[in-house]
C-alpha cells in the first residue's frame, strides 16, 4: 500500500549519506564538530531500518550503519574507525536506488534521480545545522542544491502527468498544485537565512525540509 515510499526515502537517505561521509572524510573540522557530525549516523541507520518492511534487503544498510557507530568513538570516525562499512553502506544505498530506477518508466526514475539531489541536500542540511556545524559553505550550497532540485522534479512530475487523461487531471489538479505549494514554502523556509542574511537556526530549515518531504510523498503517491 505504502509501497511508494520506496521512491522517496531511500534516494533520499543515499544524497544524506553522500554529504555526511564527504564531510567526515574530507571536511577540514575540529574532532568535537566531527563527533557531532557522527551523532547523526544513526538517524539514518534508524530511517533505512524504519522504511525496511517495505523492502527487506534496505535493513542491512541500517544495520552496517548501525555497526559502524556502535565501534568508532565519536571523535575517532576519520582517524581509527572502520571507514569500509560507511563506503559498503554507502554502496548498498546506491545500488538499491539504481535498482529502483531501472524498475521503473522514465519520468518515474528521473524522479527518484532527483530526489537524491533534492531530499538529500535537504536532510543533510538539517542533520549538519543540528550538528552546529561551522560549515558556512554547506549552509548555503546545500539549500542551493535543493532549489535546483525542486526545479528538476517538478520537471519530472510535469512530464508523468503528459501521460495523463484529462480526467484524471482533473480529478488530481488541486492535489498537484497543493505539492507544488508546498514545495514552494519548503524551499523558503530552507533558504531564509540566505535571503535575509540572518544567522542560521535550526526549525526554519527542519520546517521547510518537512514541508518539502511532504510535498514529496503527495507527487509519488500520484506518480507510483
Given at each position: 500500500m505504502y509501497s511508494y515510499l520506496l521512491n522517496v526515502i531511500p534516494p533520499m537517505l543515499l544524497g544524506a549519506q553522500c554529504v555526511l561521509l564527504m564531510v567526515l572524510l574530507k571536511g577540514e573540522i575540529?574532532?568535537?564538530?566531527?563527533?557531532?557530525?557522527?551523532?547523526?549516523?544513526?538517524?539514518?541507520?534508524?530511517?533505512?531500518?524504519?522504511?525496511?518492511?517495505?523492502?527487506?534487503?534496505?535493513?542491512?544498510?541500517?544495520?552496517?550503519?548501525?555497526?559502524f557507530?556502535?565501534?568508532?568513538?565519536?571523535?575517532?570516525?576519520?582517524?581509527?574507525?572502520?571507514?569500509?562499512?560507511?563506503?559498503?553502506?554507502?554502496?548498498?544505498?546506491?545500488?538499491?536506488?539504481?535498482?529502483?530506477?531501472?524498475?521503473?518508466?522514465?519520468?518515474?526514475?528521473?524522479?527518484?534521480?532527483?530526489?537524491?539531489?533534492?531530499?538529500?541536500?535537504?536532510?543533510?542540511?538539517?542533520?549538519?545545522?543540528?550538528?552546529?556545524?561551522?560549515?558556512?559553505?554547506?549552509?548555503?550550497?546545500?539549500?542551493?542544491v535543493g532549489i535546483v532540485g525542486a526545479m528538476l522534479i517538478s520537471l519530472a512530475v510535469l512530464w508523468q502527468t503528459q501521460q495523463y487523461s484529462l480526467n484524471y487531471l482533473h480529478q488530481i489538479v488541486w492535489w498537484l498544485v497543493g505539492c507544488f505549494a508546498l514545495i514552494l514554502l519548503g524551499i523558503l523556509g530552507s533558504s531564509w537565512h540566505i535571503f535575509t542574511q540572518q544567522t542560521i537556526t535550526k526549525w526554519k530549515p527542519a520546517l521547510g525540509f518537512c514541508l518539502s518531504f511532504v510535498a514529496m510523498v503527495g507527487f509519488a503517491a500520484l506518480l507510483f
Open positions: 575540529c574532532p568535537g564538530q566531527r563527533g557531532r557530525i557522527h551523532k547523526q549516523l544513526p538517524v539514518i541507520g534508524a530511517l533505512w531500518l524504519a522504511i525496511s518492511p517495505l523492502y527487506w534487503p534496505l535493513a542491512s544498510i541500517g544495520v552496517v550503519i548501525l555497526a557507530f556502535s565501534q568508532v568513538k565519536v571523535s575517532k570516525t576519520r582517524d581509527s574507525g572502520p571507514i569500509w562499512l560507511l563506503q559498503v553502506a554507502l554502496g548498498l544505498a546506491a545500488a538499491f536506488t539504481i535498482f529502483f530506477i531501472l524498475g521503473s518508466e522514465r519520468p518515474q526514475g528521473l524522479f527518484i534521480l532527483f530526489s537524491i539531489v533534492f531530499l538529500g541536500a535537504g536532510l543533510s542540511h538539517i542533520l549538519l545545522t543540528f550538528a552546529r556545524t561551522r560549515l558556512q559553505a554547506f549552509h548555503r550550497l546545500l539549500p542551493v
